[in-house]
Every structure is written in structure tokens, then in C-alpha cells.
């Protein structure tokens, strides 16, 4: 990370949204004009290792056609005298025509047409498939996280819940992620502490998101998110609605 004061360095045009830990900026590179994507972090110590996580992942994996690129990460130093934490300012490839939820939400009929799941898909599992070659599970795949750049390009975002697999056990077993889109095993860790996932549950969320795509929400999205923890184990997995294409 730089220690260098990122407010010289980068123009923040304006708010495009939240990510896990802080608002997402559209910002310029003063000296080249480059647009980038910016998010800014209250440097918090019960934070500090997800974030650090968060920042490891982007270095190691983010050079691949469908995962939002790493530009750099800077800490922003701000007087003790204010009482204001530090900021850390996490720099990304800027993707300008939002996310896939975004996409969803602009066509009249709240969803996308088949061939736009399919290619959208297809896109997600390549990236899908670079995480999972090194081990890594994303544990937040939705349409919020994955953004399209304005040529149609296709790129995953929002590391800050991913998980390096350890090498030899190759499973996980903490309970993270986005509710509505939670494979039934992720859910299954808060209620069994034996209880493991591995990089299959990225495809459960994958397949949500397209049925997100098809129909305009996840299944469940109408119930509270402790219902739909409890529901997703113990009903039959999600299928299209008749009608929908």
C-alpha cells in the first residue's frame, strides 16, 4: 500500500455505490485522466484483516478478462485532532455501464433476454474458473457484483468476502455472503460447525444470479433474510418460473 496522499493523485467525480466496507467512487487520474473505480474505507482494526484480504486477492488474481482490474491501494492519513479514522482508498478498473442487477432493473419487463443470460453467465464462469484454478472461492456471487464495462465486458467484483482454500483441507467453513443467493451448505456452517463448502457453492450463487436475471430477484427476495436462511436448506433447489425465457 501507498502512504502517498491519493487526493493528489486521483479526482473523485462521484458516488456510483456501496461496496462490503465503503462508498465506490467514479474517479480520474489527475495527471492521465484515466477513470478508475474508488473505494474508500474507514480504516477500522476489527477490519483490517478482510480488507487486507480483500487488497491480496485483487494483486494475485485480478489479471484476467473477467475480473475487475487491480490499479493500487493508498492510506489517506487524516489528523488525529479530527477523530476521524484513516481512509484507505482501494483504486479498480472503472466498469462504466454499472452492474448486472442494474442492467436487470433498466428493461421494461425487470429481465433480460436469453441470450444476454447466457453470454453473461458464460462470462462469470470463466472468471469463476481463474478463482477456482487458484484455489479461491468468491462466497458473494449476485448481480451487484458483476459489472459490465461500457464495450460489454464482463468482470467480477467485490473480493471482500473471498476465501483462499487451504491447499490441503480445500474447504471452508465460515458463514458469509449475500442471503438470498447463499448455496444451502454456506448456510448450513452457522447451524453445524462441521459443516464445510467448497468452491461448487460459487455455482449455486451463479445460478441464482441468473435466475435474478430471468425474473428481476433472487427466489425468496419478498421474505425476511432469516426466513430465506432458513428456507434455502430445506426446500427443493430454485427453478424458472413457467413462462419466464
Not at 123 to 135: A, D, T
Not at 207 to 219: D, R, S, V, Y
Not at 231 to 241: E, G, Q
Request: proline residues 4%.
Amino acid at each position: 500500500m501507498c502512504s502517498q496522499d491519493p487526493a493528489g493523485i486521483f479526482e473523485l467525480i462521484e458516488v456510483v455505490g456501496n461496496g462490503t466496507y465503503g462508498q465506490v467512487y467514479k474517479g480520474r487520474h489527475v495527471k492521465t485522466s484515466q477513470l478508475a473505480a474508488i473505494k474508500i474505507m474507514n480504516i477500522n482494526e476489527d477490519e483490517e484483516e478482510e480488507i487486507k484480504m480483500e487488497i491480496n486477492m485483487l494483486k494475485k488474481y485480478s489479471h484476467h478478462r473477467n475480473i475487475a482490474t487491480y490499479y493500487g491501494a493508498f492510506i489517506k492519513k487524516l489528523p488525529s485532532s479530527t477523530g476521524k479514522l484513516d481512509q484507505l482508498w482501494l483504486v479498480m478498473e472503472f466498469c462504466g455501464s454499472g452492474s448486472v442487477t442494474d442492467l436487470v432493473k433498466s428493461t421494461k419487463s425487470n429481465s433480460l433476454k436469453e441470450d444476454w443470460i447466457a453470454y453473461i453467465c458464460r462470462e462469470i464462469l470463466r472468471g469463476l474458473y481463474h478463482l477456482h484454478q487458484n484455489k479461491v472461492i468468491h462466497r458473494d456471487i449476485k448481480g451487484q457484483n458483476v459489472l459490465l464495462t461500457d464495450s460489454g465486458e464482463v468482470k467480477l467484483v467485490d473480493f471482500g468476502v473471498s476465501a483462499q482454500l487451504d491447499r490441503t483441507v480445500g474447504r471452508r467453513n465460515t458463514f458469509i455472503g449475500t442471503p438470498y443467493w447463499m448455496a444451502p451448505e454456506v448456510i448450513a456452517c452457522d447451524e453445524n460447525p462441521d459443516a464445510t463448502y467448497d468452491s461448487r457453492s460459487d455455482l449455486w450463487s451463479l445460478g441464482i444470479t441468473a435466475l435474478e436475471m430471468a425474473e428481476g430477484h433472487p427466489p425468496l427476495v419478498d421474505m425476511h433474510p432469516m426466513r430465506a436462511l432458513f428456507l434455502i436448506p430445506r426446500n427443493a433447489p430454485p427453478r424458472l418460473k413457467r413462462g419466464k425465457k
